[in-house]
């Protein structure tokens, strides 16, 4: 019979409940532990860190609770302690059993014992560039939203733009809105003054598509709309200016080898750079990579027999940017020449197809 060892991984170890106002921490020595309670204000983190230098604390972990956990992490990291954060799935206590003090006590009884898995978590430099890049995705999200408001707006006003304007945020479409508000009265020679050469579409088809009934309250309602879209526009081109400015020549050479892919553009190389870094010897394989992403089924077998593998949670913002390229990549007639290219990444989206995108192997940026 296999014997079960108890071995200890730290001698010295701390497990901490985080909460947004309360941090209760257990100091473990050996088989001894202590417990004590500190605030979350930065001097009483500082004083927390203080004691565990005092006696030793080779590594301390915490759950991955919200957001609480950062502000400590990026303290233990100044003061040159080390910490782990870890999935608070994985090192849940037994039920009926939850207490504060006994969930500090349990995640320094595991760490102690080697149980814990940590969290990927980067270095500061690419998590600052992660909240920005994020942000961006945030704004860009809202941007697009009101444009489908804008454009159930018009619909509503059966004004049929969009069926002869591919982008009814392009500068024709925006110079033919900006003529239904200034000048209701307008004329086919007016529509023709706003067109663009490019466009396919004759004036008269767009100006029989402006024909809408619209009162004077809409006309007012989407010209704030319209500026509301503009100022976000405006917002999303100063957070670009802010992350090209804090790139570094790492991320910059990576960010210009991902946007030779095709499928993705310079804000998704940024948005998979900021998510994922630039050094993939972290992951194990491209297999290990794709369940941190939580691109990959789970594992459900019980009495020999498989039952449905739920796809576990991962980088859901890694995800959602990757599916958007790997769609893109599938419109794009020049991506079936890059079939034969080494290095391939499997991206499943949430419609469950699974699309493939190679991966220029880099010496400084493999994926696989």
Not at 49 to 66: D, F, I
Not at 162 to 190: N, R
Not at 244 to 249: A, E, N
């Amino acid at each position: 019979m296999e014997q079960i060892s108890d071995e200890v991984f730290y001698e010295r170890c701390a497990g901490i409940d985080v909460h947004s106002r309360l941090l209760v921490v257990c100091l473990r020595i050996g088989r001894k532990s202590e417990t004590r309670e500190f605030g979350t204000l930065t001097h009483e983190i500082r004083e927390m860190v203080a004691w565990l230098k005092e006696n030793g604390c080779q590594m301390a972990a915490m759950e991955s609770t919200g957001s609480y956990w950062k502000p400590i992490y990026n303290i233990f990291e100044q003061e040159g302690l080390s910490a782990m954060v870890c999935n608070a799935y994985h090192i849940k206590n037994v039920p009926g059993r939850k207490t504060d003090v006994g969930d500090a006590q349990w995640i320094a009884r595991c760490l102690s014992q080697g149980l814990l898995n940590p969290s990927f978590i980067p270095d500061r430099e690419q998590r600052e560039l992660r909240d920005m890049t994020r942000f961006r995705k945030s704004q860009i999200e809202d941007r697009a939203r009101n444009l489908n408001r804008l454009q159930k707006f018009l619909e509503g006003a059966n004004v049929k733009l969009s069926e002869w304007v591919s982008d009814i945020d392009g500068k024709s479409a925006t110079k033919l809105l900006e003529l239904i508000i200034g000048k209701p009265d307008f004329s086919i020679d007016d529509v023709a003054a706003n067109m663009h050469g490019g466009l396919k579409s004759t004036p008269e088809q767009l100006f029989h598509a402006l024909e809408g009934s619209m009162t004077h309250s809409q006309r007012e309602f989407l010209t704030h709309v319209m500026n509301v879209i503009k100022e976000q526009t405006a917002q999303i081109e100063k957070t670009d200016a802010m992350i090209g400015r804090s790139l570094s020549d790492n991320y910059k050479a990576a960010i210009k080898a991902l946007d030779k892919i095709p499928g993705i553009g310079r804000v998704s190389a940024e948005q998979i750079v900021a998510e994922s870094g630039t050094d993939m010897s972290r992951f194990r394989n491209q297999h290990a990579f794709s369940k941190w992403m939580g691109v990959c089924p789970g594992n459900n077998e019980s009495a020999g027999k498989r039952k449905s593998g739920k796809t576990p949670p991962g980088n859901a913002t890694l995800k959602s940017t990757l599916t958007q390229c790997a769609k893109t990549a599938k419109k794009i007639k020049r991506a079936s020449s890059v079939r034969n290219t080494a290095g391939w990444f499997l991206i499943a989206g949430k419609i469950g197809l699974l699309w493939r995108l190679p991966i220029p192997l880099q010496s400084r940026f493999i994926l696989c």
